[in-house]
Nanobody
Framework: QVQLVESGGGLVQAGNSLRLSCAAS????????MGWYRQAPGKRRDLVAR???????TYAGSVRGRFTISRDNANNTIYLQMNSLNPEDTAVYYC?????????????WGQGTQVTVSS
């Protein structure tokens, strides 16, 4: 079993920054990629940023240039540095991981962390 534990959410004013962390633990052989998704009330869950364990990154257009995803391979942890936050960034942010078990890859979600940006 694999657990994803997120931290770092909170309430900030527009223009400020937050840093989210997500640590994967459990019976992990290797990880292909991890990422952050977000879901605002009444909306679907969308990709924010994703990073492969080789270091390739993908960003949603709305956050490119403001958010930076990074990883700590040794500790199976990813980070999301969020700068210049605006109220449209308000959402529950979920960590996601593709974990390899031999010939099989399983997908896992964290419990989510709330990010609220006030104007």
């Amino acid at each position: 079993q694999v657990q994803l534990v997120e931290s770092g959410g909170g309430l900030v004013q527009a223009g400020n920054s937050l840093r989210l962390s997500c640590a994967a633990s459990g019976s992990i052989f290797s990880i292909n990629a991890m990422g952050w998704y977000r879901q605002a009330p009444g909306k679907r869950r969308d990709l924010v940023a994703r990073i492969t364990w080789a270091g390739a990154t993908t960003y949603a257009g709305s956050v490119r240039g403001r958010f930076t995803i990074s990883r700590d391979n040794a500790n199976n942890t990813i980070y999301l540095q969020m700068n210049s936050l605006n109220p449209e960034d308000t959402a529950v942010y979920y960590c996601n991981a593709d974990v390899v078990f031999g010939l099989r890859t399983d997908n896992y979600w964290g419990q989510g962390t709330q990010v609220t940006v006030s104007s």
